[in-house]
């Protein structure tokens, strides 16, 4: 079992993380060129870069690095960064902590109690997160300034001020701060502030969409125009040396030595036109010492181009024989590469639908009981404590709890489930879900980025961020494959000018182009976080939450499922099993007067006798006289009738005789169940037994991963007996019993003793230890918040099934991943050696420069394609 979270809680909780837009990566080697220079700065521990997002996570130790430093970092490696959020350390409380066994440490995400005072702990059930925008502050003076403005305000428990962003994030007590005090603080203090609103918020996420549509339309007219101006020289060039009809025709009419000046010019404003995007970003990495994907572009059609120019312009100076044009290949290839850029924009597009459709799903408008009036108000004027109004065919704005009527709600958005489910007093309603049916009203209490609807963006996104571990061996190839490629290309260029054919100065130049050319090695950039964003996006629409995009990989080389009982195998809830009267007795009436005599207890075995006969529809009896005797049983009066309830020690310490019902007791115990008896009067009555239900979905569950080879485990604190009797019923492999709260993550270490890779799915506090341990958590949706944040995966819905489902996208991803290095590898390493020439000799067959580029195109577009079946992925079964 792998200690994920050993030794990192400490330090990273000291970190501070940046996350950046970065533009102008186009492959592979310039997502190494980035984590090289952030790496290679001191202070900062980790740095990863995705090519499918164009964005770089930082996290630095080095207080005295800011967010500039690092913008100018990522610009000194040739390429534009901007600051999308930064999130400061939060120093763990030196006593034992928050309990929770995070291994996230994520400051994001530390427990609500760190760092506050102890009158903000006390407050932190009414605790409302703020942002404001600060403005007018030019350095860290300025920052104090208004940090300590803002913590003299009655009710703020913490509030941190960033320079570089701009902004103020202030936790306080809701009951008592609104955003008009905080505001009113900070222009006390010299500064203008205003709320940042949950449209600005999303703002961010909408305007990089709005760039990279622009981007995709900006290549669109330059492919365009690359395209019409590059048919004439295609046709031109290549007519005259395909078609015999054609050269004379040309030769007639303006003559081959004007053909040449006329390609010259198309090519020219072709090359500096739309193409001069490769040489503004090329030329400078090359000069760097640091080529990238658009160097090996801006080198080879740079050398095709200068060499015809020389060739039409002034041929004396080239060897005889040598005379010869190549403006087509350096047209052609620009127009070619401009189309698989704008086919791989349009394909990035499609890879986060999953996120855009998450951000749809959220209302515009709320209606809001404001001074005893229903107004509409834009969703980011909710407030916590607000009543919301929802009518039939509305989305619900904001989370909340209802307070007045009911309806049938549709959660599949958020759950997965297709059932509607009905809402009344005191269920909570998610943001985003749909009312089916009924008027209702709640009281909001989540709103903007507390949302559950947000949470799961945030989760996407950050797994959707992430590197697998299969992407350190794409990293390693790629930090060297580029120097390698133009190598090869020198390599190339000097052998065909040695031994090739005559004339052997064009062989020489074509071939080492076409080497150059065909080598980009965007596929490999793209080929992991493709995957992994589709995956992840397509996971979220069945209910399951990767919350780290490595969890896809070790997921799949699970070989053992351990679960808890309580909660997560079983409902949680005790229920009466098994309910049996003597004969002759009337078991309406023993079951009225037993659940009568319960219903004075506070015993969790009481509720459910009581919750039994209420969905009988019995009534229960006024008691005298009730007395509990501790670890025996109850006995009360009950309509004259003395009526005593427990455990066959109850019954023998009243002498009263059991026999009548003893085969029955044998028969609950074997089924793992402790039998509890009803006498009247001194005369046994009946028999019951309590048990926690199995989940509907836990014996499909468990079938299926056993379907799929994998070996399922069961954690419990029950009794050996007990637990042997559950396992055997659900053809549970291995069984874990007796096992006390702290005690589950040894448990996990028994288990993975042989070096299996062990997946743990619970759903309690007590299980967070235990989800943090396993090499994969995953945590129910339907548990409590510190299970979730110690997961790797949550699944929304609360239903077994979603293991299934989970372990289902992991495997496709992963098999996607693969399919996609292995086209990005193969095809380099099968067409270099046929760009260099190397079928020459055999068969006479030449790589064009043309068709290089076309292949290299189509290479990237083919990975983006396979990794956009991923969205077809079928859930294993139906949650």
């Not at 790496?39 to 997002?53: E, W």
């Not at 990495?285 to 002034?314: C, E, H, Q, R, Y």
């Not at 609360?798 to 495997?811: E, F, K, Y």
């Not at 086209?823 to 067409?831: D, K, P, Q, T, V």
């Amino acid at each position: 079992m792998s200690q994920k979270n050993d030794g990192q809680l400490a330090s990273n909780a000291l970190l501070t993380k940046y996350n950046f837009n970065v533009d102008g990566m186009t492959c592979a080697s310039c997502v190494g060129r980035v984590e090289r220079a952030l790496t290679g700065t001191d202070g900062v521990a980790k740095a990863t870069v995705n090519l499918m997002t164009e964005r770089a996570h930082v996290e630095v130790s080095d207080s005295k690095i800011s967010a500039d430093d690092l913008v100018k970092i990522i610009g000194g490696a040739g390429y534009k960064a901007e600051l999308i959020d930064e999130q400061k350390p939060v120093e763990a409380p030196k006593s034992s902590g928050c309990g929770c066994g995070s291994k996230k440490a994520d400051s994001a995400q530390t427990c609500q109690s760190e760092a506050k005072p102890a009158a903000a702990v006390a407050a932190s059930a009414t605790s409302q997160k703020f942002d404001l925008n600060i403005e007018g502050m030019t350095c860290a003076s300025c920052v104090g300034s208004v940090e300590r403005a803002l913590q003299a305000v009655d009710g703020v428990a913490s509030a941190s001020v960033n320079l570089a962003t701009e902004r103020a994030q202030i936790v306080a007590d809701g009951a008592r701060v609104n955003t008009d005090k905080l505001i009113e603080a900070v222009v006390k203090a010299g500064y203008q502030a205003r709320e940042i609103d949950v449209a600005a918020k999303q703002s961010a996420g909408e305007m990089r969409a709005q760039k990279r549509e622009k981007e995709a339309q900006i290549l669109q007219r330059q492919t365009l125009l690359a395209v019409l101006l590059t048919l004439p020289v295609f046709v031109l060039e290549m007519g005259s040396h395909l078609i015999p009809g054609v050269h004379m025709l040309i030769d007639r009419t303006i003559g081959m030595q004007n053909s040449w000046y006329l390609q010259f010019v198309l090519t020219t404003l072709v090359l500096f036109g739309p193409g001069l995007r490769f040489f503004k970003l090329g030329i400078p990495a090359l000069l760097k010492a640091a080529p990238d994907m658009n160097s090996l572009v801006a080198v080879g059609t740079l050398a095709a181009w200068g060499f015809s120019t020389i060739s039409t312009f002034m041929p004396s100076v080239l060897p005889e024989g040598t005379v010869n044009v190549y403006f087509e290949a350096a047209a052609v290839i620009v127009a070619l590469i401009l189309l698989g850029r704008y086919l791989e924009a349009r394909a990035k597009g499609r890879t986060s639908a999953a996120i855009s459709r998450l951000v749809d799903l959220q209302a515009k408008t709320a209606r809001v009981v404001r001074n005893n009036k229903v107004v509409d108000v834009p969703l980011e004027d909710v407030r916590v404590g607000d009543h919301v109004q929802v009518r039939p065919g509305e989305k619900v704005p904001v989370d909340g709890s209802v307070i007045e009527g009911s309806s049938y709600i549709d959660e599949s958005m958020i759950t997965g489930e297709p059932v509607p489910v009905i809402k009344e007093i005191g269920a909570e309603v998610v943001g985003g879900t749909i009312n089916k049916s009924g008027s209702f009203t709640y009281q909001a209490t989540k709103v903007g980025s507390d949302m559950v609807i947000a949470q799961i963006i945030r989760m996407v996104e950050d797994a959707q961020a992430d590197k697998l571990p299969i992407q350190a061996m794409v990293d390693k190839v790629t930090r060297w494959f580029v120097p390698a490629v133009m190598a090869a290309a020198v390599i190339t260029f000097v052998i065909w000018l040695i031994f090739g054919q005559s004339p052997s100065l064009g062989f020489a130049l074509v071939n080492a182009i076409a080497v150059l050319i065909i080598a980009c090695p965007c596929a490999m950039g793209l080929a992991t976080p493709t995957s992994i964003m589709v995956g992840t996006g397509r996971a979220a629409e069945m209910g399951v939450l990767f919350r780290r995009g490595d969890a896809l990989q070790r997921l799949r080389e699970a070989s053992v499922i351990a679960f808890d009982k309580t909660g997560t195998l079983t409902l949680g809830k005790p229920v009466l099993a098994h309910f049996e009267a003597v004969a002759g007795q009337d078991e309406a009436k023993i079951l009225t007067l037993a659940a009568s005599v319960e219903a004075r207890s506070e015993h969790p075995i009481a509720a459910a006798v009581v919750q039994a006969a209420e969905d009988k529809g019995l009534v229960l009896k006024d008691v005298q006289n009730f007395n509990a005797i501790a670890g025996m049983g109850l006995v009360a009066d009950v309509d004259g009738q003395q009526v005593a309830v427990g455990a066959g020690r109850h019954m023998a310490a009243l002498n009263i005789d059991i026999t009548p019902l003893e085969k029955v007791a044998d028969q609950l115990a074997s089924q793992g169940r402790s039998s509890i008896y009803v006498a009247v009067n001194g005369q046994l009555a009946a028999i019951l037994s309590i048990a926690d239900p199995l989940k509907p979905s836990t014996k499909q569950a468990i079938d299926a991963l056993h379907q799929m080879g994998l070996k399922v485990a069961m954690i419990t604190g029950d009794s050996r007996h007990t637990a042997e009797a559950i396992a055997r019923s659900l053809s549970i492999d291995h069984v874990e019993a007796e096992v006390l709260p702290g005690g589950k993550v040894d448990a996990l270490k028994r288990l993975s003793s042989n070096g299996e890779v062990l997946v743990f799915v619970g759903d309690g506090i007590n299980d967070a230890p235990a989800l943090a341990a396993a090499d994969v958590g995953i945590a129910l949706g339907t548990g409590t918040d510190v299970a979730m944040e110690s997961a790797d995966i949550v699944l929304m819905s609360g239903d077994l099934r979603g293991v299934i489902n989970a372990l289902a996208v992991s495997r496709a991803t992963i098999r996607n991943i693969r399919e996609n290095l292995f086209w990005a590898f193969a095809y380099n390493i099968a067409l270099i050696p046929v760009a260099a020439g190397v079928l020459y000799p055999l068969w006479g067959t030449l790589l064009s420069p043309m068709l290089a580029a076309g292949a290299m195109a189509l290479s990237s577009i083919f990975v983006l394609s396979n990794a956009l079946r991923l969205r077809k992925v079928k859930p294993a079964l139906q949650v």
